[in-house]
């Protein structure tokens, strides 16, 4: 209960490095995507708390934390990543996605329809942003390693370069003071923002049962976006955690946790 085993991509050179939380139980396994800049360690004690029911798979994104670094950042090739790794565990799972990995797992499920049993879309809709990501690659670009002894040095470094503190310590878990290096890929991020921040047009929709869970005080899922989300997912159905702004999970683990839990054992 509550091991975690890393794969490593060791024997899938080309397959995303994964997190494993518990055994497999006779539930679907859960795999979770998280956002940009974000790493399956950032979900541990969301993922811990869920496998005391079911597997939990958390998942490094293409270009973050330890998987492979790729020129390619597009939700297509995102989706065809995670259904890699459900193919692995077994060809079916219930999908958790925030932000980036929200919009990856939409369009997993869009087209990989049948390995996708139930869909948690958290903060994030099928459409796109004007709101650029791109100043927090700026900030990262900008920290100089030579007076980075300890993840803190980075932290106040952030800090100087306005990043507020709730994002600094998220961004430092994906430095490896060691190596003196981010582990995220920068230049291939930031030269594919406009996909980021974009969502494929596709001729699909996806009729499963589908969450999506938003922040109460974030301004990603509009009144307005709910056409655009019904008319793609059918069977969507949506919620909110009061006072969680775009980063819900980490602002109310708790809350969210329960959200997720009771939606897929309805």
């Known amino acids: 209960m509550g091991l975690a085993v890393s794969t490593g991509g060791l024997y899938h050179p080309h397959m995303l ?27 541990g004690v969301i993922a811990r708390r869920l496998s005391d029911e079911r597997q939990v798979v958390a998942v490094d994104m293409r270009n973050h934390a330890n998987s492979m670094w790729n020129p390619q950042h597009d939700y297509p ?20 996605g925030h932000s980036m990995g929200g919009k990856a797992a939409m369009t997993l499920a869009l087209q990989h329809g049948p390995i996708v ?22 900030a990262m670009r900008a920290v ?8 803190s040095d980075a932290e106040y470094q ?12 998220f961004f430092t878990q994906s430095l490896d003071i060691a190596g003196k290096r981010w582990l995220l890929n920068l230049d291939i991020l930031a030269s594919e923002m406009p996909n980021i921040m974009g969502f494929p047009k596709l001729e699909a929709a996806w009729d ?11 301004d ?14 059918p069977g ?17 683990p708790r809350e969210f946790e329960a959200a997720v839990r009771t939606f897929l054992n309805a």
């Open 17 to 43: 490095n994964t997190i494993v939380h518990g055994e497999p139980t006779s539930l679907p396994p859960l795999v979770i995507a998280h956002g940009l800049y974000g790493s399956a360690r950032n979900w």
């Open 77 to 96: 090739h995102l989706a065809d990543d995670i259904a890699e790794v459900i193919d692995q565990i077994g060809g079916s799972a219930d999908v958790l």
């Open 117 to 138: 049993r139930k869909l948690v879309v958290a903060d994030i809709a099928p459409v796109a942003y004007s709101h650029s990501q791109i100043q927090f690659i700026e």
């Open 144 to 151: 100089d390693f030579s007076q980075v002894s300890r993840r």
């Open 158 to 169: 952030l800090a100087d370069l306005g990043v507020e503190k709730a994002l600094q310590s």
């Open 208 to 218: 499963g049962p589908a969450l999506f869970l938003s922040g109460g005080a974030s």
């Open 220 to 233: 990603y899922v509009l009144p307005e976006h709910r056409d655009t989300v019904r008319f793609l997912f």
């Open 236 to 252: 969507a159905r949506f919620a909110k955690i009061p006072g969680a702004g775009h980063w819900l999970h980490a602002e109310k």
